[in-house]
């Protein structure tokens, strides 16, 4: 019976891993393939959108809806053009800019329009290979695809006063931006009303966007401050259930994600809050406004179809105005984040600004809990070995430590249990086909011997949280990104790219996916099946074949996962063996048996 129940445990727990690999893995892998290849034999382009005070070509309000609880002013929203998309070059080359001279950030700023539309992450590379490209983040307006950042403002409903467009031409105080020296631009609307913007850039990504207004109009104003980042076409995505990638923000203290998917079946989507921070999160990357985190303000997601290219948006307005009395004046800071999502750079933003929830710009997951301390400590262990596959052996050892009491026992069960097998053998051939009698007589067996039958599975039933968890942090943290191990094992976070069935690329052909099987989850099979090989076996021959061929299962499921997990699963396989070995050969002893 004993038998019977572990192995359909490990049965049921492989099933539950292949299915949730297919489900959330090959399943919307498919499908994202399906939609890129779709989305191929359309053009690219954007419609125009309703006419504004803008001028033609310029910007054009996305309107919020009247059941929105919005603010009641539109934020500008993406530029519209009809014109073909140029080179991002050309598109740089076609407005004078400002160099933004930083250790970790390069590009520039237009001095028509103003936006924070050209950044260049240079220590990050699209690939491996020493030539490739550093990250271009953000492109400008007629590149073929923007995504850029706007800070300004909008009129009250009603109010005459000239604000700023995407044709004003902006004045700099300085040359460049440059990291810890403030840039101030200024704007003159021609009525007695002087806008300036404000930028500062600290070590690493974070911008400090100040808008200052100065009313010598003669009369009184009131302006509504807004912060916008667009997108303009839907970018590749992954498509991976455990990884979101989209529109992302914390507005009331509460995580907020949609999928471009889901945005554009939405169109816009927008909640009220005090402070709080909205932006779009690719896998690695992120932009992110941050207004003021003591003021009122909507939070708002939005969608719009042009005749050739969809554009997306996140932004952010005040709930009141800004009343700028003649000869006053008033200044409105905000931030925004644009770079690689590191996780103690996201800390220490969350507690110098105070942001709410910003370590939550990485999708940590359900296993919130367990996912970031699992990645301190693979962290903290990366800092004193200074190698991320070493870290993982260590944390291995760490996490087989923690639990050794735990699976002492079990193990030590385990080892009687499989001592016990010719007497169990006795029973089955005395009793026959009454299972009753059998069973009762085996559950007498155990209670004699001191044996669980069922503790075998506990070592299997306490891994599963911790390798899910580690599968989330070596995918989702920038830190374990090309993080190489030694060999042939370049990136951890990647599949192993050796393959068996290329005889390791001597082989010029390429298999199917499912034939993909690398070294290093070739060792992880071998340790499973030697693993197996110590714990009591099934009676039952068709079983046995069953279990025999769980190795191989899991070889070939295993192969498709990071290098990183598997390097996990075969150092634990191995301290697994020795443990089993010495306490099998203990309590053997200790029963006056031979171990085999």
């Not at 952010?316 to 644009?338: C, M, R, S, Y």
């Not at 026959?432 to 011997?449: A, I, P, T, V």
Request: aromatic share 10%; with cysteine; net charge neutral.
């Amino acid at each position: 019976m004993s038998d019977n129940k572990n192995m359909l445990i490990a049965m049921l727990l492989a099933a539950v891993i292949m299915v949730a690999w297919q489900y959330f893995y090959e399943m919307p892998r498919q499908q994202e393939r399906a939609r890129l290849a779709a989305q191929q034999t359309q053009s690219e382009g954007q419609a125009p959108a309703a006419a504004t005070t803008a001028s033609p070509g310029g910007e054009q309000p996305v309107a919020l809806p009247q059941n929105s609880g919005a603010a009641p002013a539109a934020i500008p929203g993406a530029a519209s053009s009809e014109a073909p998309a140029v080179s991002r070059e050309a598109a740089l080359a076609a407005t004078p800019r400002l160099p933004i001279k930083a250790r970790r950030l390069q590009g520039s700023l237009p001095l028509k329009g103003l936006r924070i539309d050209d950044l260049i992450l240079p220590d990050y590379r699209e690939t491996l290979d020493a030539d490739s490209p550093p990250i271009k983040l953000l492109s400008p307006s007629g590149s073929a695809k923007p995504y850029y950042a706007q800070f300004g403002w909008t009129a009250a409903p009603g109010s005459t006063v000239k604000v700023p467009g995407p044709d004003s031409v902006w004045t700099a105080d300085r040359p460049a931006l440059e990291t810890g020296q403030p840039l101030t631009l200024s704007w003159d609307n021609g009525e007695g009303v002087i806008f300036k913007r404000i930028i500062e850039l600290d070590d690493n990504y974070m911008f400090s966007v100040s808008l200052r207004v100065e009313n010598n109009s003669g009369r009184e104003i009131r302006l509504f401050p807004y912060g916008l980042v667009a997108r303009h076409g839907k970018p590749k995505v992954l498509g991976y259930y455990i990884l979101h990638e989209g529109m992302l923000g914390v507005l009331n203290n509460e995580l907020q994600e949609e999928t471009y998917d889901d945005l554009a079946e939405a169109g816009v989507i927008a909640q009220k809050s005090t402070g709080g921070w909205t932006g779009i999160t690719d896998k690695y990357w992120l932009t992110a406004l941050v207004p003021d985190q003591k003021r009122p303000i909507t939070g708002s997601f939005k969608y719009r179809k042009g005749s050739q290219k969809e554009i997306y948006q996140a932004d952010f307005i005040t709930e009141q105005p800004d009343v700028i009395p003649d000869g006053g004046n008033t200044v409105t800071k905000n931030l925004f984040f644009a770079g690689a999502k590191e996780v103690k750079l996201l800390d220490r933003y969350n507690e110098q600004y105070n942001i709410q929830r910003f370590d939550l710009a990485i999708d940590w997951g359900y296993f919130y809990f367990l996912t970031r301390p699992i990645f301190f400590a693979i962290d903290f262990l990366y800092g004193i070995i200074g190698n991320f596959g070493l870290a993982i052996i260590a944390f291995t050892i760490f996490v087989k430590l923690l639990f050794l009491p735990l699976a002492h026992k079990s193990y030590v069960s385990m080892s009687k249990m499989k001592m016990l097998q010719p007497k169990i053998a006795e029973l089955r051939e005395r009793c026959g086909d009454d299972r009753q009698k059998l069973n009762k007589e085996m559950m007498e067996l155990y209670k004699r011997e001191k044996v669980n039958p069922v503790s075998g599975c506990l070592p299997i039933l306490l891994q599963i949280p911790v390798f899910f968890s580690l599968y989330k942090v070596l995918f989702v943290t920038i830190e374990m990104r090309h993080a190489p191990f030694f060999g042939w094992i370049h990136d951890l976070s990647a599949p192993d790219p050796t393959n068996i069935f290329t005889l390791l690329g001597l082989i010029p052909w390429t298999p199917p996916s499912f034939l993909h099987l690398g070294i290093l989850p070739l060792i992880m099979g071998i340790t499973m099946y030697l693993q197996q090989k110590l714990n009591p076996q099934p009676a039952d021959p068709v079983q046995a074949k069953i279990m025999t061929f769980m190795p191989i299962m899991f070889t070939f499921l295993l192969a498709q996962f990071p290098a990183g997990l598997v390097l996990y699963w075969t150092t634990n396989n191995l301290l697994t063996i020795i443990q089993q070995w010495f306490i099998m050969k203990r309590v053997a002893a200790t029963h006056g048996a031979t171990p085999k």
